[in-house]
């Protein structure tokens, strides 16, 4: 089994910022691309970001410029800098991760608990 662990939502003033992690744990034998989610109130759940083990990168249009992922190989772990946070911005954020099992090889996608991050004055 894989279990991936989420960290770092809170509440923030508009323009504030804070940076997601989401760590993967348990029976790995490869990791490949990684996303992050997020889901407000009423809507959909959209990709905000992506990177792949190559390190490229893609963002939702709405926060290009604003938000970065990243990853560090060596712990398993995708993060999300979110900069200059807008009201917008509030939602349940998720981390997804593709997973190559170590015990059968088969590759799989996995869900983080989620996080809540909202931004309000």
């Known amino acids: 089994q894989v279990q991936l662990v989420e960290s770092g939502g809170g509440l923030v003033q508009p323009g504030g910022s804070l940076r997601l992690s989401c760590a993967a744990s348990?029976?790995?034998?490869?990791?490949?691309?990684m996303r992050w989610y997020r889901q407000a109130p009423g809507k959909q759940r959209e990709l905000v970001a992506s990177?792949?083990?190559?390190?490229?990168?893609n963002y939702v249009d709405s926060v290009k410029g604003r938000f970065t992922i990243s990853r560090d190989n060596a712990k398993n772990t995708v993060y999300l800098q979110m900069n200059s946070l807008k009201p917008a911005d509030t939602a349940a954020y998720y981390c997804?991760?593709?997973?190559?099992?170590?015990?059968?090889?088969?590759?799989?996608?996995?869900w983080g608990q989620g996080t809540q991050v909202t931004v309000s004055s």
């Open positions: 990177i792949t083990t190559g390190g490229s990168t």
């Open positions: 348990g029976r790995i034998f490869r990791i490949s691309a």
């Open positions: 997804n991760v593709g997973v190559q099992e170590r015990a059968t090889l088969a590759m799989r996608g996995y």
